[in-house]
């Protein structure tokens, strides 16, 4: 099963963004900031194929620099609602998406699977 973290301070964003990649086979698990996500990765054995990250939120930068010198192929997915700030090894970056959009969902999902496929 393909694991997906996502690293989102928006609670309904990362309800919405698990339940859809949920519903599509994916295995998520949520964190809300990156201190967070950093406890999970120190007791989660598993492989990690996509975080999922607001940029803006203090600590990612530093997260995902951790993440790859444990899981170096791991691919990392920016929000992108504004202009990027500088992260390492972001693989690509895709607008917030709409949770009232239907079409919004399927494009994430679509974005999702290219960029693991592609991977």
């Known amino acids: ?13 990362v309800f919405w963004l698990a339940e859809l990649l949920g519903s599509a086979g994916y295995e998520t698990w949520p964190a809300l900031r990156a201190p967070e996500a ?38 990392v997915l920016a929000l992108s609602d504004h202009e990027l700030p500088e992260l390492p090894a972001v693989n690509a970056a895709l607008g917030r998406p709409d949770p009232t959009d239907q079409n919004s969902g399927m494009k994430w999902l679509s974005a999702v699977d290219q960029l693991l496929v592609c991977h």
């Open 38 to 75: 950093a406890a999970f990765m120190q007791q989660f054995t598993g492989k990690i194929d996509l975080l999922i990250v607001n940029p803006a939120q203090p600590g990612v930068a530093d997260f995902i620099e951790s993440l790859r010198q444990s899981q170096s192929n791991v691919r």
């Open 1 to 13: 099963m393909t694991t997906v973290l996502i690293l989102v301070d928006d609670p309904g964003l």
